[in-house]
């Protein structure tokens, strides 16, 4: 008789994220097994219903598809190295965070192998996996994706970017760019009206948070013009050389470094 219920998974680290990815498909009715290097991170898991494999090669055997997210590529390869013998036929997904030249070279090591690869990028943090606030980019193997996006989209919003594996990784760290570049500027004003005995909440509070939000309405129309390839734009427009200049020489006077709109500085000199 032919076998119709959810999909085997396979899940490999059983970190913060790894145990939110299991716990998702375990409460989806999939038949999960589990492993982890420090084994009783499974225990949880255990007690819900997943199956503890002994050695990564005996958790690779027991499922089509493999998710595997661990701490970096250095520990994916170690760790999956030695199950290669397990690998063709399956199907990898590795949603541990690392750069886009990994992505790439792991999915050429993964078809040498004869196994089908899926780099993802999470763009969520653990407690949101499984609802749809939980975006997770995928690139690689489309068939591979196609396959198995049912099992996929139990844990979020899935967004499958591409045939080229290394997609997911450069849209992710993109992305995190963005994010650091907001938080570099965040902390620095905090740090500057600190100066002055203002506390961070209320300042966040009442103007910070404010700011950035009416600011962010501004990013479809910048993202326009560089589509367009206009020479002048209104984003580099509302970089204000004397506000630049300005912002620096107060961070210094009030003894607060503004190093992180040396960038933007560099873009209005050359306009
Ligand atoms: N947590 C988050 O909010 C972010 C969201 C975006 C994506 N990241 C990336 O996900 C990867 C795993 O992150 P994590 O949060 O699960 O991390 P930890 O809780 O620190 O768990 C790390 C797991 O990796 C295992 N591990 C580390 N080194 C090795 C190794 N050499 N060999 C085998 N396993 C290794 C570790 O095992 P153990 O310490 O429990 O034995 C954990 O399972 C990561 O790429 C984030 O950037 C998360």
Redesign the pocket.
């Known amino acids: 008789m032919v076998n119709t219920g959810p999909t085997p998974v396979t899940v490999i680290?059983?970190?913060?994220?790894?145990?939110?990815l299991a716990t998702a498909f375990l409460d989806a009715g999939h038949p999960t097994t589990v492993w982890?290097?420090?084994a009783a991170?499974a225990d949880p898991l255990v007690a819900k219903g997943a199956v503890r494999a002994e050695t990564v090669a005996e958790a690779v055997a027991a499922a089509p598809l493999i998710v595997v997210?661990?701490?970096?590529y250095?520990?994916v390869h170690?760790?999956l190295g030695p199950a290669a013998d397990e690998l063709p036929g399956r199907v990898l997904v590795n949603?541990?965070?690392?750069t886009a030249q990994e992505a790439r070279a792991s999915a050429q090591w993964a078809a040498e192998l004869g196994a089908e690869y899926v780099d993802g990028?999470?763009?969520?943090?653990?407690p949101t996996i499984g609802t749809p606030d939980s975006v997770i980019l995928y690139s690689g193997s489309q068939q591979a994706f196609d396959t198995h996006s049912k099992a996929l989209d139990l844990l979020g919003t899935s967004k499958f970017l591409g045939t080229d594996a290394a997609l997911a990784s450069l849209h992710?760290l993109a992305l995190l760019g963005a994010m650091y570049g907001m938080f570099a500027g965040a902390y620095n004003a905090i740090a500057m009206v600190g100066t002055e005995k203002v506390a961070a909440t209320e300042f966040t509070d009442e103007l910070l948070v404010p700011w950035l939000n009416s600011m962010v309405a501004v990013l479809p129309m910048l993202a326009e013009e560089v589509d367009s390839g206009a020479e002048v734009s209104e984003g580099r427009r509302l970089v204000e050389r004397v506000a630049l200049t300005n912002i620096i020489d107060t961070a210094k006077a009030q003894g607060v470094a503004a190093n992180f709109v040396n960038p933007l500085q560099a873009i209005k000199d050359n306009t």
Do not use: S
């Open positions: 680290g059983l970190g913060a994220m790894g145990q939110a982890n290097r420090t991170k997210c661990v701490l970096d250095a520990a170690a760790l949603l541990t965070n690392g990028g999470i763009m969520a943090i653990p992710d």
